[in-house]
């Protein structure tokens, strides 16, 4: 399964914005090139540099895309896994372009565990949720730290998927003691943006996994349909995944009057009952004269 961002159909997409494929699995990074990730405008071929990291690739475009134009991007057969097997085919999507750049920071959402919490499972890894697609190459071990009581750091593996990034420390927390987590400046979104400041939350202490429930829904109900709802245990990692019918396209997932993610597939670690709705924009009928 891949996710994209842009996503298929999207419209407003900044002209400095990067482009981003998450697989579901780690991919052979020998074969994520310019040759199997490209992007065109129309037939022209758009120039740019390939990077990989954790099961995300992306796409740099050496300069701004042009305002109010179509993009096609695909990730060809030629994309392999570990294990040498290849994409079932091509994967190939479209969006347009805004008018202008991307220039807002982004921020962080969620947490797990929250700000101030006691009582954490000792094996869970900690998580954070961006409010938009983050570059996979600026969320690394000197970007998203963990420190525990004096100042000591908790060394860990940090991975990136969707919008969540997660520190997996490499060993179990300790009982009792204060953790800080921080995620610096240095963690920039595809359009290049830093965070305004540092995001610092603390915790401490040990429990027993809680359940909670993912709930999912489509608007309108026309639009397609949701999975990946059901219960959790805390700090559980979920994904959830719209598909839109034919006729529409996929806008966004909301909480509440939050926009959450722009991706069909949206994946974050459980801490809390949570009400997700994905949003499906009809395709307007095209006037034949």
């Not at 065109?40 to 134009?69: M, R």
């Not at 969620?110 to 954490?120: A, C, K, L, M, R």
Request: charged letters at 10%; proline letters at 6%; one cysteine or more.
């Amino acid at each position: 399964m891949i996710s994209v961002d842009p996503a298929d159909n999207a419209t407003g997409v900044a002209i400095n914005k990067k482009i981003l494929v998450n697989f579901s699995e780690v991919m052979d990074v020998l074969t994520l090139t310019r040759t199997t990730f490209t992007l065109k405008q129309g037939t022209t071929l758009i120039n740019g540099d390939v990077t990989y990291a954790g099961t995300g690739a992306t796409f740099a475009p050496s300069g701004n895309l042009e305002a109010n134009a179509v993009y096609t991007a695909t990730i060809t057969t030629g994309a392999k896994d570990l294990a040498g097997n290849a994409m079932v085919s091509d994967y190939v999507w479209s969006f347009t372009t805004s008018a202008a750049p991307d220039v807002t920071p982004p921020i962080v959402l969620y947490t797990y565990p929250p700000d101030n919490t006691s009582g954490v499972v000792l094996n869970r890894s900690i998580d954070a949720t961006f409010n938009e697609a983050m570059d996979p190459l600026t969320i690394t071990p000197a970007t998203f730290t963990l420190t525990r009581t004096g100042g000591l750091t908790v060394t860990g593996r940090v991975t990136y998927s969707g919008n969540n990034c997660k520190l997996q420390p490499d060993i179990n927390l300790i009982s009792g003691a204060i953790y800080t987590a921080t995620i610096t400046t240095g963690a920039r979104d595809l359009a290049g943006n830093a965070m305004a400041q540092n995001y610092q939350w603390s915790f401490s202490g040990v429990s027993l996994p809680t359940s909670y429930v993912v709930s999912v829904s489509p608007t309108p109900v026309l639009g397609g349909t949701t999975s990946g709802g059901g219960s959790f245990n805390s700090g559980a990692s979920a994904t959830v995944i719209a598909t839109r019918n034919v006729g529409y396209t996929f806008t966004n997932w909301t909480e509440g009057v939050s926009v959450v993610s722009t991706n069909p597939t949206y994946s974050f670690a459980v801490f809390g009952n949570r009400t997700l709705i994905a949003h499906f924009t009809l395709i307007p009928p095209i006037n034949i004269r």
